[in-house]
């Protein structure tokens, strides 16, 4: 693991800031010009929704993955877990813009679809985690940042509920990222730390 | 029996295109609201109306934004695997409640009917619509050629399902078979058509290939794709959404913006292909065919009865 390690170690971060937003510019002009298909909204929502779920599972595996397998990511966990709000935002802004565009039925929508009510909440928790992700909230919060930012928890889960609610039918996708996230927090109970393999 | 109604949606009603964009700015003008009292406000906003109705969608639209989970649950995976379907023998066994029960072949079929087009909306359960140009036959028709028997009060239709050449059908998202069903009226209603073609060609196989239900008041999944099989009973046959999630998906499914989906609102629409910026539409009751069918539902509580 010591080379892997060595070699991430040289990676600068603003590259990872770079590329990772990089992607929702490219989505962004696809819709525009017909590349994701007749309905881009849609598309669009979906892709940005994604992506953000993807990041949450990467930004979720780095403790795991450390203490499993020696690999130390911890240098981008917080990358990871902005770029992941940074979509999670494309997602709603899409929503709210481009897709429903009424106020009335935006809100409607929040209080009455429980989907909608949990995707929501899941953003309203991840809010106050974004806000504090740099040094000086870090120091200033000490111990209580920790504490703080496990919210990401709850935050996963109701991101990958939020997915599994919205699906018509028996869908496997969106079963898998819950079972993904379930499997990452349930790496994170007392007993199973133990069990260090590295 | 059929041929009853008059469509009054046809090519020469088709706004130009120029025309269009510019009653478009001036409903823009009016806000956000203008459809909502379309009928209200009368004779001078029929061509709004019209307008709103007859922006036909384009051929891509129709064949690669479409839904048929026997081939998965992407809006582009049918029209991605369905070309691997079959279609060609084919055949649909007419059973139950019928004076001549057997199977059909689409020659003896398309020779007993007579083709012609129909412009319909076409509203989908997600809040999406299109306007597509089929070409088929009044399903009445079909029935006849069967004989309808007296004590049939429901059409039971169903999908193919043939996993070899269904990628989709290796998940369970749904009961496959896909079924859908109708009471007998509304089969026999002169909207509702068997349909073989769009736009002048042969139906591709992602629409349902090569022959598929169309109920224009209804959202689009009671529209059943690729039938193998029509059976007239007496009882209200089991049909595949009410069956996976009763609560959503009720029998009747009708276009209702006043009865929202539990997890979404039915009281707006996106046209499918504005692009980026499109904004939502109002719904039409009975998706625009309330004048037609509305009394097939005469004393009945649509809140119930969704």
């Known amino acids: ?54 990041l949450l599972v990467l930004t979720l595996a780095v403790t795991p993955l450390r203490r499993l397998t020696g690999l130390n990511l911890m240098r981008f966990r917080r990358v990871t877990g902005l770029l992941c709000f940074f979509y999670v935002s494309c997602h709603l802004l899409v929503w709210l813009v481009l897709d429903v565009q009424l106020l009335g039925q935006i809100l ?63 869908q496997l996708q969106p079963l898998i990222y819950l079972a993904v996230i379930a499997l990452l927090l349930v790496l994170r109970l007392a007993p199973l730390q133990r069990l260090k393999l590295a | 029996m059929a041929h009853r109604w008059k469509n009054n949606l046809s090519d020469g009603d088709v706004t130009p295109y120029a025309a269009f964009l510019n009653r478009r700015q001036i409903m823009a003008g009016l806000g956000g609201t203008a459809g909502l009292g379309l009928a209200a406000l009368g004779g001078t906003t029929a061509w709004a109306d019209t307008a709103r109705a007859l922006e036909p969608n384009s051929w891509d639209d129709v064949t690669t934004y479409c839904n ?15 070309g691997q379907m079959t279609t060609k023998p084919w055949s649909v066994e007419i059973d139950g409640l019928v004076d001549r029960p057997g199977s059909y072949s689409m020659a003896q079929i398309l020779e007993a009917m007579t083709l012609e087009e129909r412009i319909y909306r076409f509203r989908c359960v997600e809040a999406w619509s299109m306007v597509v140009p089929w070409q088929g036959f009044e399903l009445a028709d079909l029935l006849a050629l069967a004989g309808v028997q007296g004590g049939a009060k429901y059409v039971a239709f169903e999908t193919l399902y043939r ?51 169309v109920v224009p008041w209804k959202y689009g999944f009671k529209s059943i794709k690729s039938i193998v099989r029509i059976t007239l009973t007496d009882q209200e046959p089991p049909t595949s959404w009410n069956m996976a999630n009763g609560r959503e998906y009720g029998f009747y ?42 009394s097939l539902y005469e004393g009945m509580d649509l809140a119930q009865n969704f």
Do not use: C
């Not at chain 2, 050449?165 to 007998?184: F, I, N, S």
């Open chain 2, 163 to 213: 996993p070899s050449e269904m990628p989709g059908t290796a998940y369970k998202v749904l009961d496959w078979p896909y079924r859908e069903g109708l009471r007998l009226d509304e089969a026999q209603h002169p909207l509702a058509i068997m349909a073989t073609g769009i736009f002048g060609k042969p139906l591709p196989n992602q629409n349902g290939a090569p022959l598929r239900l």
């Open chain 2, 253 to 294: 499914s009708n276009v209702n913006p006043k009865v929202d989906h539990p997890r979404w609102s039915q009281a707006t629409e996106r046209r499918i292909g504005g692009g980026l910026f499109a904004g939502r539409e109002p719904t039409l009751m009975f998706n625009g065919y309330k004048d037609e069918v509305a």
């Open chain 1, 108 to 170: 409607a929508d929040i209080l009455k679809r429980p989907y909608i009510t949990i995707g929501m909440a899941g953003f309203v928790l991840l809010l106050p985690l974004a806000v504090t992700s740099n040094n000086l909230s870090v120091r200033r919060l000490g111990p209580k940042w920790r504490q703080l930012h496990k919210l990401t928890y709850p935050a996963a889960l109701l991101g990958a509920l939020h997915y599994v609610m919205l699906v018509k039918g028996f």
């Open chain 2, 68 to 82: 048929f989970y026997e081939f998965g649950t992407g809006k582009g995976d049918p029209a991605a695997y369905a």
């Open chain 1, 1 to 54: 693991m010591r080379p892997i390690n060595e070699a991430l170690r040289r990676i600068p971060i603003w590259l990872v800031y770079g590329l990772g937003v990089l992607p929702a510019g490219a989505l962004f002009y696809q819709g525009l010009t017909g590349a994701l298909g007749p309905e881009p909204i849609k598309a669009l929502e979906h892709e940005y929704g994604e992506l953000a779920l993807q």
